[in-house]
Each structure stands twice: as structure tokens, then as C-alpha cells.
């Protein structure tokens, strides 16, 4: 019996440029993939964060390691989408993917993380931001630009203190930088829509999570999917 369910066909989905596929496997070969995956990122974590005392110092760690790690994607290479790991062994992402790496990150160490896409002030350009769980508040990150910012006490800016003080968005450069030629800034207008999936795609990464994950889609119940 357990060898006949280790043996079911299952698959991955993989898109490559503007194609996607799906690329089958026994099931047994994807949970161990999916657990190998599970320990790399355990492991890269424990190594990245491996001198910091704080969240906020892993945190910080975590962006750094992320920015420095992985760059634009190449002009003459496709865009994959596929596991967060695979775009880490890359090197390359797109600014979406840069949230990705970095909130999976972060999530592996201890700090819970997800990412979304913000709306710019007509609602047609989306630009995904990172948000992380530091000191009780999701503070609002951008890891594809290295951009966070402070209030006057030295924290770092919360959604709500952004909602709440638009001025903490500082630098000269904000004013200088276009998004499909939207005015950046304008994606940090909106945060007050932003709202945690029951389970970000971070935490789907681990085992115990995802197990819970799939038992829930198995009865039906109903689960908030993120569009990550």
C-alpha cells in the first residue's frame, strides 16, 4: 500500500519564458526533492544568520545576503519560475523572485515573512514588496532595491507607520526611480490593502506546514491562497 502511493504520479509545475509545462515524477521523488530543499535552506539560513543576535540583525543579514547573491536576470536568459532554490543555485530572479528568496529566507529563521504585489495609485502596476514580522509589526522591505525604512526612533517602518507618515519614505533617489514609469513611491501608497495569507508560500516549504497545507485542500476546507 505505501509503496503504491510512494509510486503515484504527481508533478511540478515549471514555467520557462512565457511557457509553461509540467514535468511528472513519482511522488516519492518529489517529497524527497521537496525535503532535500527543506534542509538546504535550513542550512543557508543557519550560515547567513550566523553571528546575529537579533531579528532585526537577521533580518538585515538575510537582505544583505540576498542582494549580494542574486542579480537581474540576463537579457539573453529566460525568465524560470520554479523552486525558490533553483533561482538561489541561478543567481538570477526577477524583482518578484527577489522577494521570494528573501522572504523564504527569513521565514527559515524563525521571523515570519511573506510578499505581495502593491497596487500604484490607479490600480493598474503592481511591484512586489516584502513584509516581515519584527518586534510585533510587519515591517515593509524591498529586497530586489535594498530598501527599508526608519521612523525617528530608529525602528524600522511598520505598514501602519507608513499609512500613517507617508514622510518616513526618505531619499532623494525615491524621486528619481520609475516603475514601468509609474513614480515608485506610489506602490507604498496602498500598503493598508496588504493582508498575510493563512499560509504564505514560505511556509509551504516546510514539511509540518506543508503537510497541514495539503491535509486542508484534501477535506476541503477552505484556505487563502497567496498569489505569490
Given at each position: 500500500?505505501?509503496?503504491?502511493?510512494?509510486?503515484?504520479?504527481?508533478?511540478?509545475?515549471?514555467?520557462?519564458?512565457?511557457?509553461?509545462?509540467?514535468?511528472?515524477?513519482?511522488?516519492?521523488?518529489?517529497?524527497?526533492?521537496?525535503?532535500?530543499?527543506?534542509?538546504?535552506?535550513?542550512?543557508?539560513?543557519?550560515?547567513?544568520?550566523?553571528?546575529?543576535?537579533?531579528?532585526?540583525?537577521?533580518?538585515?543579514?538575510?537582505?544583505?545576503?540576498?542582494?549580494?547573491?542574486?542579480?537581474?536576470?540576463?537579457?539573453?536568459?529566460?525568465?524560470?519560475?520554479?523552486?525558490?532554490?533553483?533561482?538561489?543555485?541561478?543567481?538570477?530572479?526577477?524583482?518578484?523572485?527577489?522577494?521570494?528568496?528573501?522572504?523564504?529566507?527569513?521565514?527559515?529563521?524563525?521571523?515570519?515573512?511573506?510578499?505581495?504585489?502593491?497596487?500604484?495609485?490607479?490600480?493598474?502596476?503592481?511591484?512586489?514588496?516584502?513584509?516581515?514580522?519584527?518586534?510585533?509589526?510587519?515591517?515593509?522591505?524591498?529586497?530586489?532595491?535594498?530598501?527599508?525604512?526608519?521612523?525617528?526612533?530608529?525602528?524600522?517602518?511598520?505598514?501602519?507607520?507608513?499609512?500613517?507618515?507617508?514622510?518616513?519614505?526618505?531619499?532623494?533617489?525615491?524621486?528619481?526611480?520609475?516603475?514601468?514609469?509609474?513614480?515608485?513611491?506610489?506602490?507604498?501608497?496602498?500598503?493598508?490593502?496588504?493582508?498575510?495569507?493563512?499560509?504564505?508560500?514560505?511556509?509551504?516549504?516546510m514539511p509540518v506546514r506543508r503537510v497541514i497545507f495539503e491535509a486542508k485542500k484534501l477535506v476541503g476546507i477552505e484556505i487563502e491562497e497567496s498569489d505569490q
Amino acid at each position: 500500500m505505501v509503496s503504491a502511493v510512494m509510486n503515484l504520479d504527481v508533478s511540478i509545475k515549471q514555467g520557462v519564458g512565457a511557457s509553461y509545462r509540467y514535468v511528472h515524477m513519482p511522488l516519492y521523488v518529489k517529497w524527497t526533492q521537496f525535503l532535500a530543499r527543506h534542509y538546504e535552506y535550513a542550512r543557508l539560513v543557519k550560515e547567513i544568520t550566523r553571528y546575529c543576535k537579533t531579528d532585526e540583525e537577521k533580518v538585515l543579514a538575510v537582505l544583505n545576503w540576498t542582494r549580494e547573491h542574486i542579480r537581474d536576470v540576463p537579457k539573453d536568459m529566460p525568465v524560470v519560475d520554479d523552486h525558490i532554490l533553483n533561482i538561489i543555485i541561478r543567481g538570477y530572479a526577477t524583482p518578484g523572485q527577489y522577494q521570494d528568496v528573501f522572504t523564504t529566507l527569513c521565514t527559515y529563521a524563525g521571523i515570519p515573512a511573506f510578499w505581495d504585489r502593491c497596487y500604484s495609485d490607479n490600480h493598474k502596476i503592481r511591484y512586489a514588496l516584502s513584509f516581515v514580522k519584527i518586534g510585533g509589526k510587519w515591517g515593509v522591505f524591498d529586497a530586489y532595491r535594498g530598501k527599508y525604512f526608519r521612523k525617528n526612533n530608529g525602528e524600522i517602518a511598520a505598514i501602519e507607520d507608513i499609512i500613517d507618515n507617508s514622510s518616513l519614505l526618505k531619499g532623494e533617489d525615491l524621486d528619481k526611480i520609475l516603475v514601468r514609469g509609474i513614480p515608485y513611491r506610489e506602490f507604498y501608497h496602498n500598503l493598508q490593502h496588504v493582508e498575510k495569507p493563512s499560509t504564505s508560500r514560505a511556509e509551504k516549504q516546510m514539511p509540518v506546514r506543508r503537510v497541514i497545507f495539503e491535509a486542508k485542500k484534501l477535506v476541503g476546507i477552505e484556505i487563502e491562497e497567496s498569489d505569490q
